[in-house]
């Protein structure tokens, strides 16, 4: 929190033994004292990666009532709960810090803030669903286990729960993408159709390329990230390309290719260009998404409006509950004659005098 202004002198001694901490692999707490740049970061990274959790709910939540069975139905019911409990999860890390959930919400609905690029494409069939929970979700993780190593302790924490709760959004999704991939001509289209929509956006969603990330060394050096984009982006792709594959499914960049001399895939050129109309409010679905996020907050106006009258009709009881408790106490004190009783003090000051 803001404080009486340092000297540099002091403002260095404390940054020296705030960097000590973290290269001694300690977590940073929300009492401790901290670098207004890392707050600012912190900040900015929780608040995106908590609206990225409510806007990410909105491109699946619309087939809840269009899954084909009743078992798909519940598994994305499930998956669209678990994802509006990470926003809760991060919003709160994010409170830790001294900004307000109303601060937060705003910035996201007049927009102020961003989150993650890939929830501005719209999901047209069902496999896409399936294609989101295999590739959308497994680039998350990937970043969300690099992040469960941040030096913050509540953001760290945070990602521990939202990582396992992850994997099985991933799982699903790889095991409903996989028996379409196997099934009937129709489903194997519609399964390669998805791949074609959503392999390009999920390797943007992993941010941009490390050398337009110029966050990203400052964010290393206080342990935030523990890895670049590219880093992260490469273990996505070692990871995922042979699992498609294996699946059947073409994944579309003519130039991909494993390198035996590094071990590792690589992809062809990406679309920069895109990634950032996107990430700057002219993708797909940008619009749509924040207008469904304003009505749903607006809808949710006289439920924060209850909940408000119902904490002051409490706060007011429990004000005159106590007045009560007290006035009888003091009623019960006058009855036995103890209110009358001098403090010890008071009964020596009137000896003496």
Known sequence: MPGLPLSDAEEQRLLAAF??????????EPGDWMPAEYRRQLIRMISQHAHSEWVGML?????ITSAPSLRRKLILIAKVQDEAGHGQYLYHAAETLGISREEMVDALLEGRAKY???????????????MIGWLVDGAAIKNQVMLAGA???????AMVRICAEETFHHKQGQEMIRRYAAGTPGQRKMAQDALNRWWWPSLMMLGPHDSDSPNTPQLKRWGVKVKTNDEVRQEFLDEHAPDLMAAGLEIPDPDLR????????????IDWDEFWRVV?????????RLAARRKAHEDGRWVREAMAA???????????????????AASAAHSDGTAAEPEPSARRARADG
């Open 59 to 63: 491109p699946e939540g619309e087939w």
């Open 280 to 288: 700057k409010g002219d993708g797909p679905c940008n619009a749509e």
């Open 258 to 269: 494993f390198d035996e001399e590094t071990g590792h895939w690589v992809h062809g050129p």
């Open 19 to 28: 960097e000590a901490r973290i290269n001694a692999g300690e977590k940073i």
């Open 151 to 157: 030096s913050y302790g509540p953001y760290s924490r």
């Open 116 to 130: 993650s690029s890939v929830f501005n494409y719209p999901t047209l069939t069902w496999a896409d669903v399936g």
């Open 310 to 328: 119902h904490a002051q009709r409490a706060a007011h009881a429990q004000r005159a509950a106590h007045t009560q408790r007290a006035a009888q």
